[in-house]
């Protein structure tokens, strides 16, 4: 499975109606697979900023845009066959929500660019 870890700061709260926030962050994710001999490792590191609109008491609803860097390597175990790519990503784009069951523990779903378009955790506040 993709382990991806993520954080964001809010720059700017209460906006339009105390509905609206600005915020600032990034995106760590790591996939590691082997299957027979056959090797994949893929870790990708972004910046992220998001805009959040409250609809629904405890429910943070969000989307943005991330701009980041990739590494890929491949490799063949028995054999001479190995490769690696290492470049930025484009830019990507997510739309999520997290639903905060008390004030510091919540559930998170997120669609978007990153190593899986779909990911569902956990969301902490500090």
Excluded: Q
């Amino acid at each position: 499975p993709f382990i991806p870890v993520s954080f964001e700061y809010i720059l700017k709260d209460d906006l339009l109606d105390h509905k609206f926030a600005l915020g600032i962050g990034g995106l760590g994710e790591y996939y590691g697979t082997k299957y027979s001999d056959w090797k994949t490792t893929i870790l990708l590191i972004a910046a992220r900023g998001y805009a959040h609109y409250s609809v629904i008491k405890k429910l943070d609803t969000y989307a943005g845009l991330s701009l980041g860097y990739y590494n890929v390597k491949v490799s063949i175990s028995n054999s001479d066959i190995s490769g690696s790519a290492t470049g930025t990503m484009p830019l990507g784009y997510f739309i999520g929500c997290r639903y905060y069951f008390s004030k510091k523990f919540g559930g998170m779903a997120e669609l978007g660019h990153g190593i899986s378009w779909l990911t569902f955790g956990v969301a902490i506040k500090m």
